[in-house]
């Protein structure tokens, strides 16, 4: 069963405009992780944070962690074309020895 | 160069056939793992090794079974496929750490006709 799973599944946005995707997750964690899928290519990691940190940023992303609720947000900010892809949030949960486990994802568009 | 390269980048087979993919990586870590990617339903686990001695099932490991011949080269292997193991799969590496990122192949998609 997927641990994570984030809503939107799907989003389109024009280009400028601020993207946040949000996921749930259901058991503790020690670190969440981000990943930029472009179609049919391999997962990009883009940004992790640790189950004590509560905000994290890196360039035009900004990634909230709230344990108390299991859940986190992934904000781009002023969206550009390229920024199409599908992103996915990525799991390292407590006892399980470094195995990511994933959400479904969700497919963001950006257009022009 | 790709660090991370699996082949073949797309095979189509028959059910029955015995299929291999293969993965082989020059980023020198220790962690290999093998995940399979359906449209939505997101990516999940298949197998996952931390040492060449060292071999775990994940997820979903019926119907699969791997092989690390060394640190670099990690396979998957599918004795007997059948169609709903059609899907893409990812090979991914990370280095020894508990909350290593992952860095992944370009991926292998499969078609078991």
């Known amino acids: 069963s997927q641990q994570g799973e984030e809503d939107p599944q799907a989003l389109s946005i024009q280009e400028g405009e601020n993207a946040t995707m949000n996921c749930s997750y259901k058991?503790?964690?020690?670190?969440l992780q981000w990943y930029r899928q472009n179609s049919g290519r391999g997962l990009v990691h883009l940004i992790l944070?640790?189950?004590?940190?509560r905000e994290k940023h890196s360039g035009r992303l900004r990634v909230t962690l709230d344990t108390s609720k299991k859940s986190s947000s992934l904000l781009i900010t002023a969206s550009r074309a390229a920024d199409t892809a599908s992103y996915f949030c990525a799991t390292d949960g407590t006892g399980t020895a470094s195995k990511l486990t994933f959400g479904t994802g969700t497919r963001l568009q950006v257009t022009l | 160069d790709a660090d991370v390269t699996q082949t073949p980048r797309n095979r189509i087979t028959k059910t029955g056939k015995r299929i291999m993919l293969e993965c082989s990586q020059t980023?020198?870590?220790?962690?290999m793992y093998w995940y399979r990617q359906d449209p939505g339903l997101g990516l999940r686990l298949i197998y996952y090794?931390?040492?060449?001695?060292?071999?775990n099932k994940g997820e979903i490991s019926d119907g699969y079974s791997v092989s690390r011949q060394a640190q670099a080269k990690f396979s998957l292997s599918l004795e007997s496929a059948i169609p709903n193991q059609t899907a893409l799969y990812f090979c991914?590496?990370?280095?020894?750490?508990?909350?290593?990122?992952?860095?992944f192949g370009e991926g292998s998609r499969l078609t078991v006709l």
């Open positions: 980023k020198g870590h220790d962690r």
């Open positions: 090794s931390f040492d060449v001695k060292d071999i």
């Open positions: 058991t503790s964690i020690n670190n």
């Open positions: 991914a590496t990370a280095r020894t750490s508990n909350t290593g990122e992952l860095f």
């Open positions: 944070i640790r189950s004590n940190e």
